[in-house]
């Protein structure tokens, strides 16, 4: 009786892990403009250049598909995110990550601008202007509409 249990014990192990192959799992890569990731099988890549990236406005459900497009993309357009290879922002902006689901990515803003003595910089805005090393931005009475740059 223990032998049949054991011999029983060990097909289903067997039948377990002789899951369909992986190759079942991932489809073929896909093309700009397709359906790809998401929590759903087969698993759709993309193709060699282009990223699969998910929307980070609206509602944002878990494990939902993305759209295979550009690596790199433009101010206002969704980046980073925990994906494979995720969407990368063109020179001189930053990839500005939502603060509740930053695992989703976020939108690609302009980079803070490095200003010089006398400029105007800081403030309550996104990306205040910096000034240059050496230099500190004085504010004024109202911190959140910024200051200027001074030795």
């Known amino acids: 009786m223990h032998v049949i ?6 097909a289903f192990v067997v039948a377990v892990i002789a899951d369909p192959a992986p190759s079942t799992y991932i489809s073929a890569p896909v093309g700009k403009g ?5 929590n759903h099988l ?7 250049g282009l990223v699969c990236k998910h929307k ?8 939902a598909p993305g759209i295979c497009t550009a690596r790199t993309v ?3 357009e969704s980046c980073g995110g925990n994906i494979l290879n ?3 922002c063109e020179s001189g902006l930053t990839c500005k990550l939502s603060v509740s689901h930053p695992d989703t990515g976020g939108v690609c803003v302009a980079t803070s601008k490095i200003v010089g003595l ?21 504010v004024g009475k109202i911190p ?8």
Do not use: Q
């Not at 087969?42 to 060699?48: F, G, M």
């Not at 980070?56 to 494990?63: N, Q």
């Open 34 to 38: 397709h359906a790809c990731g998401g």
């Open 144 to 151: 959140d509409l910024g200051g200027i740059c001074v030795a």
């Open 5 to 10: 249990r054991s011999i029983a014990v060990a």
């Open 74 to 76: 433009g101010k206002g």
């Open 42 to 48: 087969p698993v759709s890549t993309c193709e060699y």
């Open 86 to 88: 995720p969407p990368e």
């Open 118 to 138: 006398g400029e105007h910089c800081g403030g309550f805005i996104a990306n205040p202007n910096e000034c240059k090393k050496g230099l500190h931005c004085k």
């Open 56 to 63: 980070t406005t609206g509602p944002l459900i878990a494990g």
